[in-house]
């Protein structure tokens, strides 16, 4: 059995704040401190500022069990816990480097405030050798403020969460990668994740380098295979072969298994696209060329424009004053996260064309909106079937289940049929030609070869 221990959670975005809440959940008393002073009254008001399944409700629950509280009183939050997580935000800068400026001034934040020893988690995600950069912050503010008799340990402890799945991801961990030299805090880190652990212990001990590299290689790994099966549908679209039937053929093998091989119109997100150019980044730093980093991501680049090309080609480069309906925004379902989102290129690309987008996503219109700003070319529809009234194509960017079982009827009611250009592959060739339709999937070339006839 594991006591309640308490927690500060540094950095209330989406890594921070779901970890908190799952701390909380597991018992533990957990502090969440941030500076945005909007986004904490909000918190505090049992809002949440992401949208995540499951997460409102265990906010409201903890909040009110009192495990979970919310402040910007860094000397406050500080204070209340010797477990100090850091979960701010490291965006991609110009070069593909990750911006450290949050992480370090936290850790500057966290030196001012201490008055006891610490152990300090980096959960952000942050290149190899950044823990050792937090450890040097720490000690130069301590020895500035006259306070280097503190003890504190720096913790690699990078998050698998993905978006969408990330309560159950956290509650249920695969692993708990911990990066720590200091054997002499193994059992209060032990400790803390002990409820994590179900069946066996989650908790892997490692060099704090290792850690760090572990999440970079587990993301460039996963985004790796998403651009080799992009890259195989492009081969497979031009031989004739549909990637579907080769997917299901190759994830038989249990080395190569059935997950994260589906092709799509690229991969987005706030993850692979900045982690892979941040790996390639550090590689060059250490004089090393990445060849293979370098083609997942170029990769990644063509597909993301590649529904765009197909587009072209049925419409003989004519789109022109055209409309087409657009069914999901988001760089996946159940999030309305738009960050990296593919959509975003086809938007672009359409508007400048010259073509009108009436667009249908359940949860990111908002933050579509946001990122593009008012436009008159675009409208956002509330309802998925508004968006195909009077469009001359349908686009699908992503796989919401409403997708999936939007049985063709609301196609099939049109008064003609319209190309479907479907990004996710969430369509049945067959039936869509059944329907008289033409379908472009990702890689299908059975059906462009039959179409073509
Ligand atoms: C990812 C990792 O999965 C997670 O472990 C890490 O902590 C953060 O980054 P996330 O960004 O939430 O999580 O999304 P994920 O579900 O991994 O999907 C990323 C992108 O890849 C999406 O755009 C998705 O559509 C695409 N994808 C995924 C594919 O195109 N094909 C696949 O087979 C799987």
Known sequence: ??????????GTGYVGLVQAICFAEMGHRVCCL??????IARLNRG???IYEPGLEELIRKNT???HLSFTTDASEAIDSSRHILIAVGTPSEEDGSADLQHVLKVAQTIAEHMSESKLVYVKSTVPVGTNAKVSNTIHQRLVELDKQHLEFSVISNPEFLKEGAAVQDCMRPDRIIIGCEDTAV???IRHLYMPFNRNHDKVMFMDCVSAELTKYAANCMLATKISFMNEMSQIAERVGADIEQVRLGIGADPRIGYHFIYPGCGYG???FP???????????EVDFEPQVLASVEAVNQLQKTHLLESVDSHFKGDIKGRTFALWGLAFKPNTDDMREAPSLQIIKGLLDGGARVLAYDPKAADNCRAILGENSAITYCDHKEDALDGADALIVCTEWNEFKAAD?????QLKQAIPVFDGRNIFDPDYMRYQGIAYYGIGRGLSVSKRAR
Do not use: P
């Open 1 to 10: 059995m594991s006591s309640s221990i308490s927690v500060t959670v540094i």
């Open 34 to 39: 941030d500076i945005d002073e909007q986004k």
């Open 47 to 49: 809002e949440v500022t």
């Open 64 to 66: 009110a069990a009192r």
């Open 186 to 188: 193994f059992d209060e």
């Open 269 to 271: 997100g706030s993850c």
């Open 274 to 284: 900045k982690d892979v150019k941040a790996l390639i980044h550090s590689s060059r």
């Open 408 to 412: 063709m009827n609301s196609l099939s």
